[in-house]
């Protein structure tokens, strides 16, 4: 069974720029989370998608956006990037709201 | 406001002994507990994870324990393995929803 599936591993962008991260979750999995892990702050909740419908959402500004498609696929994108949104971003996916989440290996994002 | 703390940045073990992880938090609303183990630039994989219902797990050489009056959790690693060296990661979860709400995590370093 395959596991969490993140693309790209590793980007790198300039400010201003915007990004689009990709996830596949587990077969089987609809519900698709979204964090954001950084040196300071630690892993942070960016947003959960169920259904294709976003069920809750993180502190984050406006700039930090999903969507999930019909095959449970997500996206986030970030728009106009700063240097803090240089981070590791996660993607985890579970089977419903109680069971345990299953991470992917992470799009490490560098804002330069 | 951080609502799952894990209070020790580090923790070294030698091998063979038990590490003791421990974790607290203050939302009453969280009823299901888990730990991850994270490798540098990977994501975090799941270990075990226990309901609000019990006070105990057992899964292999890991056993988590929950006391809900004292809003404390703990996670042991019998006997602890060099391999067993990575941060581990208490996480929260309530309401329904998937979302995982992290503490900072704790650097196990075992030696040989």
């Known amino acids: 069974k395959a596991g969490v599936t993140q693309t790209p591993r590793y980007l790198i962008k300039t400010r201003g720029q915007q990004v689009t991260l990709s996830c596949s979750p587990i077969s089987g999995h609809r519900s698709v989370s979204w964090y954001q892990q950084t040196p300071g702050q630690g892993l942070q909740f960016l947003f959960e998608y169920f259904s294709e419908t976003q069920r809750n959402k993180g502190n984050f500004p406006g700039r930090f956006s999903g969507r999930q498609f019909s095959n449970s696929r997500s996206e986030m994108n970030v728009s106009t990037l700063e240097l803090g949104d240089s981070a590791l971003y996660l993607c985890?996916?579970?089977?419903?709201?109680?069971?345990?989440?299953?991470f992917g290996q992470g799009t490490r994002l560098t804002v330069v | 406001d951080q609502q799952v703390k894990q209070n020790s940045p580090s923790l070294s073990v030698q091998e063979g002994r038990i590490s003791i992880l421990n974790c607290d938090y203050t939302n009453s609303m969280f009823d299901y507990f888990l730990w991850y183990k994270k490798y540098p630039a990977e994501g975090p994989t799941f270990l075990i994870s226990i309901s609000s219902i019990k006070d105990k797990n057992e899964d292999g050489r890991f056993t988590v324990f929950l006391n809900k009056s004292a809003k404390h959790l703990s996670l042991h690693i019998v006997p602890s393995q060099p391999g067993d060296s990575a941060v581990y990661f208490c996480a929260a979860n309530g309401s329904g929803y998937s979302t995982l709400t992290f503490g900072k995590g704790t650097m196990l370093l075992v030696s040989p």
């Open positions: 985890a996916s579970s089977w419903d709201s109680r069971g345990e989440a299953f």
